[in-house]
C-alpha cells in the first residue's frame, strides 16, 4: 500500500504543502489551472526552485489580486460544496474550513459560519486547503500519516496585537496531536499556521506504521529563510513493508436500532480507522429480529474505533479479538476522465508476478457519472481499462 507521511519539524502552513506536493510529482499545470477552476478570477501562480538551509525545495506563491471585501467562513463553505472536485476533496475541505470556523469562533465568541477571513487571506486559504486536498488525490496514495508537528516559539502579529505561538486558534486545532519539541534547534516565530493545523486533521489518521519502506521525499518551502534550519515542509513516500499484520476484529449484535442509520455508523467507524465493516441480519432472543455488525481495525486504533461503535450504534457491549491478516500489495491510481472529472482506481499485484487487479473507487465513479452524464457502469469500466493500460505502461 503506498502511502504518504509528512514531516511537520519546522512547522506546516497551506504554502508549504502544496509545495512539497509539486516536489514529490504532482504537476505544476494543475496547480496553475486551480484558481480558473475555483472561479476566481486574476490569481497568478508562481512555483520556484529555492533553498532552505542548502537544501533544494519547492515554493508556491499565490499573487492575489486586490480583494473587495473579506469573506466568512460559511461562504467559503458553499464555495467549496460547489466547486468541479471529487467528493473526496469536497468533504475534507469543507470539514477543514468548519473546523477553522469552530477553532476561531471559540477565541472570538462568534458562531462558526460567521467568522470573518479577511480579503487576500479568504482567497489564499481556499487555495491553499483545495489545493492541498487535491494534490494528495492526485498522488494516489492510499492513506496518509504525520510525525509530530513543530509549532515553533516566540510571537504572531495580529490583527489586534501581538499573540503568542502557538496562536489561539491553532492551539485548538492542534487539540489532541503530539506535538515537536525538545529538538534542540528553536524554530522561529508561527512554524505551524491554522490553515495547516486544519490540514493535517482532515487528511492524516495519525502516526505512521509500525514498518515502511521509503520510496521519495521532497520538500516544500515556507516564506522565510532563517540561516540554523530548513523552514520547509518535508513529505514522504513509501510503501507499508508488512504484507501481514495483526488487526483486532470488533462484533457486536443489535436488536434496537433502525437498519437506516448502519450506514451513518460505518462511515463513522470508516472515519476513526476501521479497514472494513461488515453487517448481516441475525436471530437474537425472543425471537427479535437483528444485524450483526463486524468491525476490522488496526490494532493501534481499536480503541478509537470501538468508541465510535459505542457512540453511534445502540449496543452495550462489544466483543474482541485479535487476529492475522495477510494482504496483497495494493496502491492507487488516479485516472482522468476530463480536465474537470477523476476517478480513483485501486490497484492490487497477484503473488508470483501473477498480473493485478483493479477497481475502482465506488463513490468517485458516482460523482464523475454525474458530472459526465453517463452510466456508472461505463465509467467504472473506463477508469478500470485506463488503470490496466497505465500500469503494464509502467512496466515496460
Not at 519539541?181 to 502516526?207: D, K, N, Y
Not at 492475522?324 to 508470483?352: G, N, Y
Amino acid at each position: 500500500m503506498r502511502i504518504a507521511i509528512l514531516d511537520p519539524a519546522a512547522g506546516i502552513s497551506g504554502d508549504m504543502t502544496l509545495g512539497a506536493l509539486l516536489s514529490v510529482g504532482v504537476p505544476a499545470s494543475w496547480l496553475e489551472a486551480l484558481p480558473r477552476r475555483l472561479g476566481l478570477a486574476g490569481v497568478a501562480v508562481t512555483i520556484r526552485d529555492v533553498r532552505r538551509c542548502g537544501v533544494s525545495c519547492s515554493q508556491v506563491v499565490f499573487g492575489i489580486p486586490e480583494q473587495p471585501h473579506g469573506r466568512h467562513v460559511g461562504e467559503l463553505v458553499r464555495l467549496v460544496e460547489g466547486a468541479p472536485v471529487s467528493d473526496w476533496v469536497k468533504e475534507r475541505a469543507v470539514r477543514a474550513f468548519r473546523l477553522i470556523g469552530a477553532a476561531e469562533g471559540r477565541v472570538h465568541g462568534v458562531a462558526p459560519d460567521q467568522v470573518h477571513l479577511h480579503e487576500v487571506g479568504a482567497v489564499d486559504a481556499l487555495l491553499d486547503i483545495v489545493g492541498a486536498i487535491e494534490g494528495f488525490e492526485q498522488l494516489g496514495v492510499e492513506s496518509i500519516y504525520h510525525l509530530p508537528i513543530a509549532v515553533g516559539n516566540g510571537w504572531v502579529e495580529a490583527a489586534h496585537g501581538k499573540l503568542p505561538v502557538p496562536a489561539p486558534a491553532t492551539a485548538i486545532l492542534l487539540e489532541g496531536l503530539e506535538l515537536a519539541g525538545g529538538s534542540g534547534v528553536p524554530i522561529e516565530g508561527e512554524a505551524t499556521t491554522p490553515t495547516g493545523a486544519a490540514l493535517v486533521r482532515v487528511l492524516s489518521t495519525g502516526a505512521p506504521p509500525a514498518r515502511w519502506r521509503l520510496q521519495q521525499s521532497g520538500w516544500g518551502a515556507g516564506q522565510r529563510n532563517p540561516p540554523h534550519y530548513p523552514n520547509a515542509l518535508r513529505l514522504l513516500l513509501a510503501e507499508q513493508a508488512a504484507e501481514a499484520g495483526r488487526v483486532v476484529l470488533l462484533a457486536t449484535d443489535v436488536d434496537d436500532m433502525s437498519p437506516e442509520y448502519v450506514e451513518p455508523l460505518r462511515q463513522a467507524l470508516v472515519s476513526a480507522g476501521a479497514l472494513d465493516v461488515q453487517t448481516w441480519p441475525v436471530q437474537m432472543k425472543k425471537g427479535r429480529s437483528g444485524f450483526r455488525v463486524e468491525v476490522m481495525a488496526p490494532e493501534e486504533l481499536a480503541e478509537a474505533v470501538t468508541a465510535a461503535l459505542f457512540r453511534h450504534s445502540t449496543t452495550a457491549g462489544v466483543r474482541r479479538w485479535v487476529a492475522e491478516r495477510a494482504t496483497l500489495p495494493r496502491r492507487q491510481v488516479t485516472i482522468q476522465l476530463s480536465p474537470d472529472v477523476a476517478v480513483r482506481v485501486k490497484v492490487l499485484e497477484q503473488p508470483d508476478a501473477g498480473g493485478v487487479r483493479v477497481k475502482s473507487e465506488y463513490d468517485d465513479v458516482l460523482a464523475a457519472a454525474r458530472a459526465l452524464g453517463r452510466p456508472a457502469l461505463e465509467i467504472a469500466r473506463a477508469a478500470e481499462r485506463d488503470a490496466e493500460a497505465l500500469v503494464a505502461k509502467s512496466k515496460e
